[in-house]
């Protein structure tokens, strides 16, 4: 039977590969949302137009919040290993 330590350990492990992974996933879809705003306003375009007519997408952002609050619990469950492997 594993100690506790150990399943909480690979939890903490599981938590920060997934919020490091949804994290990332975040950031590459907001520089993608950003890449095609800025592709599609060029010299002859009104900006404000674009900007107007741009269908914010909440969902990278999203991704980056979860990711973030992932890792945090990742590492709160990594202390806590730690502590049940020194206290035995």
């Not at 950031?27 to 674009?50: G, L, M, P």
Request: net charge positive.
């Amino acid at each position: 039977m594993p100690s506790s330590w150990l399943v909480v350990m690979i939890a903490s492990g599981i938590f920060l590969l997934l919020g490091l992974a949804s994290f990332l996933w975040g950031r590459r879809e907001a520089n993608e949302d950003y890449q095609s705003i800025t592709a599609r306003a060029d010299i002859h375009t009104d900006i404000k137009k674009v900007v107007q007519d741009w269908q914010a997408n909440s969902g990278s952002g999203s991704l980056k919040m979860g990711g973030l609050l992932s890792i945090i619990i990742g590492l709160f469950l990594l202390a806590l290993s730690v502590t049940l492997l020194l206290r035995g």
